[in-house]
């Protein structure tokens, strides 16, 4: 079997197996009832594309980590039944990484996308924008601007999918990487901010160093870059953040976790990693209960 076979076979079956679970379906069209609701009290819909991204913006921060823990946190944990199979394909632990990981973001795609897709064709419906916020800047609304929008937020998506996939390879259960991946989420969501307020208050983080820290967490990135090249670009404010800085570092944190789970596939690397993990853990708890 070639590399490229390979490569598809694995994310087909990947992607069979996100179509065939239900909940996923009821996900999506959960996440479009919530889209739906936040519009119509926002007024998203009637004002524009981009005011309707703004509305969106701190529910997707919120929703997407959620998506992509769901999607990629039992990818490669032990007690996986598909686990055993994929093992079992005469794959290169490249091809059995990109292809889980392809099969499983396309999945995330479609559940997110399409709720998205539905926000755009009722902007669409509405007849464009009224808002006084382009009337101001001079700014433009425009489709154009909320496919980037879409973009922008299945590349989160996608970051926070590898780093659910890592987590799946450091631990032996589903119920361990599921903590660990509630752990992923929460660090996702507001470990970033928290960090940079912490930082600025302390006076270690400056105004002017503050763009470009905020690129180094994901929720913080994707942020940036949607106030950046969505909002940013309709009402002449960019500026939001440093779009280098966030886009390399969405990047290092996708390849780093991908890195992680070719690695952890190595039985040897992965019981290491488990051990000290535990041993951390253990000596966490001893120390604990010493007290």
């Known amino acids: 079997m070639s590399r490229h076979r390979a490569f598809g076979a694995v994310a087909w079956r990947e992607l069979q197996t996100v179509v065939r679970?239900?909940?996923?379906?009821?996900?999506?069209?959960?996440l479009a009832v919530v889209f739906v609701q936040l519009l119509r009290s926002g007024g998203?819909?009637?004002?524009?594309?981009?005011?309707?991204?703004?509305?969106?913006?701190?529910?997707?921060?919120?929703?997407?980590?959620l998506v992509a823990v769901a999607l990629g946190y039992r990818a490669f944990t032990g007690d996986n039944d598909d686990l055993s199979v994929l093992r079992t394909y005469p794959v290169s632990r490249s091809s059995l990484v990109a292809g889980v990981f392809v099969g499983r973001f396309l999945g995330l795609a479609a559940i997110v996308g399409a709720p998205l897709l539905l926000v755009a064709g009722m902007v669409a419906r509405a007849g464009g924008p009224t808002s006084?916020?382009?009337?101001?800047?001079?700014?433009?609304?425009?489709?154009?601007?909320?496919?980037?929008?879409?973009?922008?937020?299945?590349?989160f998506g996608a970051v926070v999918l590898a780093m659910a996939m890592a987590v799946s390879v450091i631990v032996r259960?589903?119920?361990?990487?599921?903590?660990?991946?509630?752990?992923?989420?929460?660090?996702?969501?507001?470990?970033?901010?928290?960090?940079?307020?912490a930082g600025l208050s302390a006076g270690i983080i400056g105004d002017d160093m503050l763009a470009s820290v905020l690129g180094a967490?994901?929720?913080?990135?994707?942020?940036?870059?949607?106030?950046?090249?969505?909002?940013?670009?309709?009402?002449?404010?960019?500026?939001?953040?440093?779009?280098p800085a966030a886009v390399a570092g969405l990047a290092t944190w996708?390849?780093?976790?991908?890195?992680?789970?070719?690695?952890?596939?190595?039985?040897?690397?992965?019981?290491?990693?488990?051990?000290?993990?535990?041993?951390?853990?253990?000596?966490?708890?001893?120390?604990?209960?010493g007290r």
């Open 217 to 243: 967490s994901p929720n913080s990135a994707y942020r940036g870059l949607v106030l950046d090249l969505v909002v940013g670009v309709a009402t002449d404010q960019a500026g939001a953040i440093a779009v």
């Open 132 to 155: 006084r916020v382009f009337a101001t800047h001079r700014g433009v609304d425009s489709p154009v601007l909320f496919i980037r929008f879409i973009a922008l937020t299945l590349l």
């Open 44 to 65: 998203g819909v009637e004002m524009g594309y981009v005011p309707a991204a703004v509305d969106l913006l701190l529910a997707l921060e919120l929703l997407v980590p």
């Open 21 to 30: 679970t239900r909940t996923y379906a009821l996900l999506s069209v959960g």
């Open 173 to 197: 259960s589903g119920r361990a990487a599921l903590v660990l991946a509630l752990a992923v989420l929460v660090v996702v969501v507001a470990g970033g901010d928290l960090l940079a307020l």
């Open 254 to 289: 996708l390849g780093g976790s991908l890195l992680i789970v070719a690695a952890g596939l190595h039985r040897q690397p992965a019981s290491r990693l488990r051990n000290a993990i535990r041993s951390a853990i253990e000596r966490a708890r001893t120390t604990i209960v």
